[in-house]
């Protein structure tokens, strides 16, 4: 059974630009989250959905940061503007409702320059 | 704030000896804890948890050890091998109150002598 797969694995762009992020969930895993991890530090939660709804979002810049769950399967994260400071690795992960281990992609690695 | 934390950010250890990775947690009403592993240039991958209502857990190789009374997690690597290297995070949730996110410690890297 695949894992979780997100894309692009890499990404380069130029601050101001746009740039968005896909992820599909372990087929049959409700939860879905979004987390933000810098060099050397834990990841950090920006989103997490249940089904299609985000019942906590509370993390995410919502100036710039923007997430959609359509039919509550695959994922979408958007960066829009990008800054500098956004350079990080971009993290999804799902699990089967709420209560149990997360199971990880191998995350999207996003340079600003 | 509630945070999670470690005491060693780098352990280093010779093949074939136990390592032991220590966490300290601060949020007294977290009831689900996980350590991850983390290879360089891929995600967190699930290694063992463990619920407030045990004290010990084990695993393949692994073990897991908790104490609610200092607020204390720890990781035990049986016979570490090379494959061990890695960052290894623990993770605390508070799935029977309102917070169901994992929050992340900063990790420990293990690095593994041959």
């Known amino acids: 059974e695949a894992g979780v797969v997100q894309s692009p694995r890499y990404k380069i762009i130029e601050k101001k630009q746009p740039v968005a992020f896909w992820c599909n969930p372990i087929s049959g895993h409700n939860t879905l989250y979004w987390y933000l991890q810098n060099l050397g530090q834990g990841p950090e939660l920006l989103i997490r959905?249940?089904?299609?709804?985000?019942?906590?979002d509370s993390q995410l810049p919502k100036d710039r940061f923007s997430a959609e769950r359509l039919k509550g399967v695959d994922s979408t994260l958007k960066i829009q503007p990008a800054e500098l400071g956004d350079s990080a690795v971009y993290l999804c992960?799902?699990?089967f409702g709420k209560g149990g281990e997360a199971f990880f992609g191998q995350g999207t690695r996003l340079t600003v320059v | 704030g509630e945070s999670v934390g470690l005491h060693l950010p780098t352990l280093s250890v010779q093949e074939g000896d136990n390592s032991i990775i220590n966490c300290a947690y601060s949020?007294?009403?977290?009831?689900?804890f996980i350590w991850y592993k983390q290879e360089s240039g891929k995600g967190p991958q699930f290694i063992i948890d463990?619920?407030?209502?045990?004290d010990k857990r084990q695993g393949q190789r692994v073990t897991v050890l908790l104490n609610k009374t200092v607020k204390h997690l720890s990781l035990q690597i049986a016979a570490t091998q090379p494959g061990d290297s890695a960052v290894y995070f623990c993770a605390e949730a508070n799935y029977g109150g309102s917070q169901g996110n994992l929050i992340f410690g900063k990790g420990t890297k293990l690095s593994v002598k041959p």
């Open positions: 463990i619920r407030s209502n045990m």
């Open positions: 992960a799902s699990s």
């Open positions: 959905y249940e089904n299609e709804e985000a019942v906590d």
């Open positions: 949020n007294s009403a977290s009831d689900y």
